[in-house]
């Protein structure tokens, strides 16, 4: 069995590398690993370093240009295609695949789905990724808001399937480690604003320096100069350097599981990083002390039992989460799925589903939004990624033959580099120029 995945993060590769082991059929499992990567060249490509730390191997990993990818998947025979990209990339290359596997009688299952908690733009996201033959619910409530989001508009919700997050698993919690430890695991958008993020350092600092005894981490997503999923305009090792940590103060990167294997309380906003970590019955908390808003996304754990503020885990507050909300979230404490079985259950649908897709004739891809439904819409999407109302590349639409040679390698890198100055340092000038 060939499985493709195309991915325009870190973080995405992540979600659709190890989605990819998981969807694949029992029977077929052993061959899963002949999996061929694709990264949509962008802004948040990932560095070699990133995608070291994601630690999933591919056979064979590429960086390419949307119209590259589906001249690939014409010529290329593959039985599984996940999309692990932004909601208008799924879209894009939805069309895309539709126009290059015209007039097929075989066509590989497309997959698509969310990399972690959905807690924004959930009626958008979700029609942009309509019209794959399965689009992922990573628990029992999104699957029941997904496929209320598709019924309402009219939409097919036959696709929508549940299954969990790939990457949730790691020994579960059993006690104090020596020295006591803490982490604070950062998002890169959210809080996005200069004083909300020193003064989450700052708290981060005093808690460190109220319990000289405890090992407090600041858990980073990327080092300067590389971009994850979303823009990150105020870097924490920035802001750091105006500071004055304590010695049991520091910085971290590495995979998050191996972080949280040392882990004694994780803290965050609304990170992706709490699922996981209340998985391995992690006590863990989501801050309130900005405020419990939808913009931060800390708004999904309400009913959770782990909101609390920095005065309360200064003063020694453990939470306690409730049973039947993390039951509903995919992650049941000790590895239990939504459905009532063990995690490794948690995919069976998925496969059920594949193996029954692969074994018939797929009709063509049907996304929701065309060009009669959604032309004051759909044509600025595709354009995005160089194609045409038809899901045809455009005239000049960039896709090299070959590998760039190394004088394009060198100006690409450039030209990566100063939009990631201008987003974190000449971006931020302006801002606060303006605000004179």
Known sequence: ???????????????????????????????????????????ATPTPRQLAEVGVEAEALREVTAVEFLRAMAEESYDIVVLALVGGGVQAMLHGLKRVWEGRSERPVVVTGYVGVVYEKLADGLLLRHGADLVLANSRQDA?????????????AAAVTEVALPFLGGAAYEGEHDPYTVVFAVQPSVPDSRKDRTYLLNRLIRHARLHPEREV?????????????????????????????????????????????????????????????????????????????????????????????????????RPSPDPEWVARQGVVAGGSSSGGGSYATAFDAARERIAKLLAGTLPPLTPYYTPATAPGYLPGILARHHLGPDGSPLPGAPAADKEPGPVRQIVRRAARGAYRHGVQRVAPVIRRMGEL
Request: aromatic letters at 6%.
């Open 1 to 43: 069995m060939r499985i493709a995945v195309l991915a325009d993060s870190d973080t995405r590769w992540k979600w659709g590398a190890l989605t990819a082991h998981r969807i694949a059929p029992r029977d077929a499992a052993q061959e899963a690993s002949g999996l061929s990567g694709f990264l949509l060249r962008g802004r």
């Open 144 to 156: 029941e808001r997904f496929r209320s989001v598709y019924e309402g508009v009219g939409a097919d």
């Open 217 to 317: 981490l600041l858990k980073l997503r990327s080092k300067p100069g590389e971009h994850t999923t979303h823009i990150e305009e105020q870097p924490y090792q920035k802001l750091v350097q105006k500071l004055d940590p304590p010695a049991n103060f520091r910085l971290v990167y590495g995979n998050m599981g191996e972080v949280l294997d040392r882990t004694d309380l994780l803290v965050t906003i609304s990170s992706t990083a709490a699922l996981e970590s209340l998985h391995r019955r992690i006590p863990t908390v989501v801050l309130t002390d900005l405020g419990v808003r939808e913009t931060l996304g800390n708004h999904h754990f309400v009913g959770s039992g782990c909101l609390a503020s920095w005065d309360q885990l200064d003063d020694g507050h």
